[in-house]
């Protein structure tokens, strides 16, 4: 079955980090880019990184950069983003998805998602 798990949500103090992995299933992360966006009820889903799969250069907004860091471990088909110095205002469902180039870091011709993971920084 093709599919994208995420995992290693959870409740996480302000200042602390969250490491979230999405494995691939069915098929190879390793030949797409990937991207983790996040969604807060009510609001509009928003991209925070992207890694291509040509060089594996990776991107963030500005919200993000130096606390967020997107990476690929191929041996174990997933892709994980470390997130350092959490915020409140980070608490959202983070969803990873699969797609064919990164426009900054925004995942371009998006082809697959995941579920979703919940991550919750309380204020």
């Not at 799969?53 to 993000?64: G, H, K």
């Amino acid at each position: 079955q093709v599919q994208l798990v995420e995992s290693g949500g959870g409740l996480v103090q302000p200042g602390g980090s969250l490491r979230l992995s999405c494995a691939g299933s069915g098929f190879s992360l390793e030949h797409w880019a990937v991207g983790w966006f996040r969604q807060v009820p009510g609001k509009e889903r928003e991209g925070v990184a992207c890694i291509s799969s040509s060089d594996e250069s990776t991107y963030y907004p500005n919200s993000v950069k130096g606390r967020f860091t997107i990476s690929r471990d191929n041996a174990k088909n997933t892709v994980i983003l470390q997130m350092k110095r959490l915020k409140p205002e980070d608490t959202a469902v983070y969803y990873c998805a699969v797609g064919r180039s990164c426009s900054g870091f925004i995942l371009q011709h998006l082809e697959r998602w995941g579920q979703g993971t919940l991550v919750t920084v309380p204020s």
